[in-house]
C-alpha cells in the first residue's frame, strides 16, 4: 500500500450495496489508471476528481476526503481519498483499492462523519480522525505545464515531474528541486510539486506525500517555498526550479 505523509491523503472505498444474486455489479463511473507515483494518495485523488469533472462536467459532485489532521494542523500522518455521486450511488476511489460503491445514501453527501464511516475501517493503522472534505475551486491550467520526466533514473524527480504534468492541466504548477539531509546523515536530492488546491498551497514530495499549508503566495518564490521544504524535511536546502 501506498500511503502519504502530510494533511495527506488517498481515496478508499468500502461497502457494497445489498444486492440479489442475479444482479450484475454496477460499472464504475469511469475508467482510471493511476499515475503510479509514491506517496501519492492526495495527488492521485485530486487528479481522479480532475477526471471525473472532465467526463461529468465541472458541477458534477466530487470530493476529496482525508483524515488525520484538523484544519490547524500540517504535517501528520493520514490518508485521503476521493467520494464522488453519480445518479443514485456515492463511490469512492482508493488509489489502494480502485472503485466502490459507498453504503450511504446521496442525501447524506455532505455528512463527512457518514460518509467516511465505512471508509475509515478499512486503515485501522492509521490515526483515523477528523476526517474532513477539499474540493478545488476554479483554476485555469498552467500556460506552460512541466514535463514529465517518465524515463528519469531519479525516482523522485521522476515522480515529482509526472505528477506535475497531470496536475497542471487544471491548475498552474511548479516544480522544484533541492537538497535535505537523510537520517544517516547524508547529502540527498529530491523534488517536489507545488500547487494550489481548495485554497491551499499545496507541496507534493515522493518520499514524504503531499502537505496543504495554511499559507499564500506564488508559486514561484523559492524562498517561502524553501520554508515549507523545511517543515517536511528539515534543514531542506538549495532550492532551485527544475
Not at 487528479?47 to 465541472?58: I, L, M, R, T
Not at 484544519?71 to 463511490?91: I, S, T, Y
Not at 476511489?93 to 467516511?116: C, H, M, Q, T, Y
Request: hydrophobic letters at 45%; one cysteine or more; aromatic letters at 10%.
Amino acid at each position: 500500500m501506498k500511503f502519504a505523509m502530510l494533511w495527506l491523503g488517498l481515496a478508499v472505498v468500502t461497502g457494497t450495496e445489498a444486492r440479489t444474486p442475479a444482479e450484475k455489479p454496477p460499472p464504475p463511473p469511469l475508467q482510471h489508471p493511476t499515475m503510479g507515483v509514491e506517496n501519492g494518495c492526495f495527488v492521485e485523488s485530486v487528479v481522479f476528481s480532475d477526471a471525473f469533472q472532465e467526463k461529468y462536467g465541472p458541477t458534477a459532485w466530487v470530493r476529496l476526503l482525508q483524515w488525520g489532521a484538523t484544519e490547524e494542523e500540517e504535517v501528520v500522518a493520514g490518508h485521503a481519498v476521493a467520494v464522488c455521486q453519480v445518479r443514485d450511488r456515492l463511490w469512492c476511489w482508493d488509489i489502494n483499492s480502485g472503485f466502490s460503491v459507498l453504503p450511504v445514501p446521496p442525501a447524506l453527501r455532505e455528512n463527512v462523519e457518514k460518509v467516511a464511516a465505512p471508509i475509515l475501517v478499512h486503515y485501522p493503522k492509521i490515526s483515523a480522525y477528523a476526517p474532513l472534505y477539499r474540493r478545488e475551486f476554479p483554476q485555469a491550467p498552467d500556460p506552460a505545464p512541466p514535463t514529465a520526466r517518465l524515463t528519469e533514473t531519479d525516482l523522485a524527480v521522476r515522480d515529482a515531474t509526472v505528477a506535475a504534468a497531470r496536475l497542471a492541466r487544471h491548475r498552474p504548477v511548479n516544480v522544484v528541486g533541492f537538497t535535505y539531509i537523510d537520517g544517516e546523515g547524508g547529502r540527498r536530492r529530491s523534488a517536489a510539486a507545488v500547487f494550489v488546491f481548495n485554497g491551499r498551497y499545496c507541496i507534493y514530495a515522493p518520499e514524504y506525500g503531499t502537505v496543504p499549508f495554511r499559507v499564500r503566495g506564488s508559486l514561484k518564490n523559492l524562498r517561502l517555498i524553501q520554508e515549507l521544504l523545511r517543515r517536511m524535511f528539515p534543514g531542506a536546502f538549495e532550492v532551485r526550479p527544475l
